[in-house]
């Protein structure tokens, strides 16, 4: 019951700014073939001020680990229910990851950004490997990562 409590007040709070209507986007990320273990991702919102808005995703299932996602944990806190119910298996280098939800509309053109933080283990950590302003213009269009992810988008 937790898990689901915890999954529906991210949802509220992802597609309630002002009561807006939501829509469903699909977010696909395509990791570099980096030779290595699977990686763990944090996928994030942050508002136009860089605060922390929620958890869209999160990839890898050992919680020891989720401290290598340095942006997500001091942007959220590192609290673990921000991603009780969302939680997916690591993606291995090479594979890509399509997760679809909802976003409220309101988040769009609105200054929001999406992040995505990747780590390998033995391998260096990439806080904000990629990072786009959430807008109505950037759907379909890809946006390359720093490190672990070969691309990113984002459709509505």
Not at 80 to 91: K, P
């Amino acid at each position: 019951m937790k898990p689901l409590l915890a999954a529906l007040a991210l949802s509220t709070a992802l597609t309630v700014p002002e009561l807006a209507a939501a829509r469903p986007v699909t977010l696909t990320t395509t990791l570099n073939a980096y030779g290595g273990n699977g990686a763990y991702l944090a996928i994030y919102v942050t508002d136009a001020g860089g605060a922390y808005k929620g958890t869209l995703w999160f990839a890898g299932g050992k919680s020891k680990y989720y401290s290598h996602l340095s942006g997500w944990e001091r942007a959220s806190g590192g609290r673990l229910a921000e991603i009780s119910g969302i939680t997916g298996a690591s993606v291995g280098a090479g594979r890509t990851l399509k997760v679809t939800l909802d976003l409220a509309d309101a988040l769009f053109d609105a200054g929001y950004k999406l992040h995505i933080d990747a780590a390998a283990e033995d391998m260096r950590d990439s806080p904000s490997d990629v990072v786009v302003p959430l807008t109505a213009a950037g759907a379909g269009r890809p946006a390359r990562g720093r490190s672990y992810v070969r691309s990113f988008t984002y459709s509505m």
